[in-house]
């Protein structure tokens, strides 16, 4: 597991750029900080699109 423990006094030992690089880690990794910060998936290109009723024929009116 890849994480940052940021309960203990680690922290306060490290530098800036050692927690910058952690995150960077995250983020480039599958994570859920990763998948928090992702954009979304693009959307369908019908997805706009309102349907219209149908009917019986299977033919729009």
């Not at 922290?11 to 928090?36: F, M, P, Q």
Request: glycine residues 10%.
């Amino acid at each position: 597991m890849y994480g940052i423990d940021v309960g203990t006094a680690v922290l306060r030992d490290r530098s800036w750029r050692w927690l910058k690089i952690r995150i960077l880690g995250l983020l480039s990794t599958e994570s859920r900080l990763a998948r928090h910060f992702a954009p979304p998936d693009a959307p369908a290109r019908n997805q706009g699109l309102s349907a219209r009723p149908q009917g019986r024929t299977g033919r729009a009116p």
